[in-house]
């Protein structure tokens, strides 16, 4: 039994892959429906995110490469975005 099995080979940034949905409250602000939901793969995060959006004010769903054990993130990628949504930061 050799020790190298164990070492993982470089691989890509694991992508992280949200959906996010948001209504409005009494005073018209937008806010955050649920706390974002964490998908497996982007079209899941699409399916999810139409299949919701006429529940409300705005739906999105992103995905961004992200290592959160070193803290680094790529660039976020908007996958599907419908209705208002408030600017991504």
């Known amino acids: 039994m050799s020790g190298t099995g164990n070492i993982l ?12 949905a948001f209504n409005r409250d009494e005073e018209g602000d937008l806010k955050p429906a649920f706390e974002p939901r964490q998908m497996q793969s ?7 995110a139409k299949t ?8 999105i769903a992103w995905s961004r ?19 208002e949504v408030p600017d991504m930061e």
């Open 65 to 83: 490469e992200a290592n959160p054990a070193i803290g680094e993130y790529g660039e976020p990628t908007i996958l599907y975005r419908a209705g």
């Open 9 to 20: 080979p470089q691989q890509k940034m694991p992508k992280l892959i949200v959906v996010a």
């Open 42 to 48: 982007e079209d899941a995060a699409r399916r999810l």
């Open 52 to 59: 919701i959006e006429s529940e409300h004010a705005g739906v």
